[in-house]
């Protein structure tokens, strides 16, 4: 794994990057920052696309293409419009905004020795007898409800995947819910979702897709929910294994919710490990150390690191990190605990509330480790 960082003081931004390399492929994830100005949102959007084109011409990156982007902003309704998006691949827009003062930031994700299109409006990037099919911004606004404008993503996001001769419960690796004021409309998504996913043979004894729903506010005012999705075709079963961590956490559906922990794929060349949105819980469903930041920020990095260790990997393999923050007045702590932790890594922070009112904080992210698995193709 390389770490690279790179102020680039001409403009105010910050590149942090990190690279790996096995068989014929390599995955680069970056995070693009820019410092808080008193300026408008189309100047510091001007530099984020700078930024971009800076990490576009290092040499680490030269021939990447890209795969997704999401932009976390502190205004959606209002900042997506003046957007210009001219790369071909997926996008993601959601309200979550950065907490160091800034309007915007940017997380990218890319692939060299790769052939990657665009297809059914997905992002595909085919290599080795695998599609991996990379689908953002899913909303559905024609109805009005958190349970029915789930429901209805879903059911479009199931013909997508018809499209490819993929199946929500053979194919789905990963997916992500946004939810305007997650407070009172999460019970909605979960209801849906469960309902869905029972009728698509997803059940406490089959099982479930690695998932975050967290606060988020979609750019279009009627939408409540929005969805983003990973999947896959062209693996075998044996390739994918569930994470439990049973001394951390419990499974998620004895308290009524419906997606796993985390996921690991293996491939010939290397593993990969995609961890869900993770809290400061007890493997009895119960919050741990609540009003306490600090305590909870330790207890999710603990039950991250377990996941990590059930999948043979530590957080040295870690790619990148999403930060979730329900009180922004927390930022300073959080963010020089981080600092101190993962120097390196690839971060952000955002003012995101967690489904539960107690939960302060939350974080995903993905790893990857190279492996030598001689039953299953190269990545």
Not at 115 to 142: E, K
Not at 280 to 287: C, D, F, L, Q, R
Not at 337 to 354: C, G, S
Request: proline share 4%; charged share 20%; glycine share 6%.
């Amino acid at each position: 794994m390389e770490y690279q960082s790179e102020n680039i003081q001409e403009i105010g931004a910050r590149i942090e990057l990190t690279r790996f390399t096995a068989g014929e492929v390599t995955e680069l994830h970056a995070m693009l920052h820019v410092e808080p100005r008193n300026e408008i949102f189309e100047s510091q959007l001007f530099r984020i696309e700078c930024a971009q084109a800076k990490l576009m011409a290092m040499d680490e990156v030269k021939g990447a293409k890209i795969v997704f982007k999401r932009y976390f902003l502190s205004d959606a309704t209002n900042q997506v419009p003046r957007i210009e998006e001219n790369d071909p691949c997926t996008v993601s827009y959601i309200q979550q905004p950065p907490l160091d003062g800034s309007k915007i930031a940017l997380w990218l994700y890319l692939q060299t020795g790769t052939n990657i299109s665009q297809q059914n409006g997905s992002t595909v990037v085919s290599h080795n007898g695998y599609q991996h099919i990379w689908t953002m911004g899913l909303v559905d606004t024609t109805v009005e409800s958190s349970y029915m404008q789930t429901w209805k993503t879903l059911l479009s996001y199931i013909d997508t995947l018809k499209l490819f001769g993929a199946t929500l419960e053979r194919n789905c690796i990963r997916t992500w819910f946004f939810v305007r004021d997650v407070d009172t409309q999460y019970n909605g998504l979960v209801k849906s979702r469960r309902e869905c996913f029972v009728e698509q043979g997803l059940t406490p004894e089959t099982h479930y897709i690695a998932s975050t729903g967290i606060g988020g506010t979609p750019a279009d005012p009627k939408a409540i929910i929005q969805m983003g999705c990973y999947a896959m075709t062209g693996f075998e079963l044996a390739q994918q294994r569930y994470l439990y961590a049973p001394t951390h956490l419990n499974k998620t559906y004895e308290y009524g919710v419906t997606f796993e922990r985390g996921t690991l794929m293996q491939y010939g060349d290397r593993d990969h490990i995609y961890i869900s949105g993770t809290a400061s819980i007890n493997n009895k469903g119960e919050v741990e150390h609540a009003g306490n930041i600090f305590r909870q920020t330790h207890r999710m990095w603990e039950n991250v690191e377990t996941l990590l260790a059930e999948g043979g990997m530590t957080f040295d393999d870690v790619m990148q990190i999403i930060v979730y923050l329900r009180d922004c007045a927390d930022y300073p702590i959080v963010k020089q605990m981080f600092d101190e932790k993962f120097p390196h890594m690839p971060y952000v922070i955002t003012l995101a509330p967690v489904c539960r009112p107690t939960w302060l904080i939350e974080m995903e992210c993905m790893a990857v480790k190279q492996a030598t698995n001689d039953n299953f193709r190269n990545f």
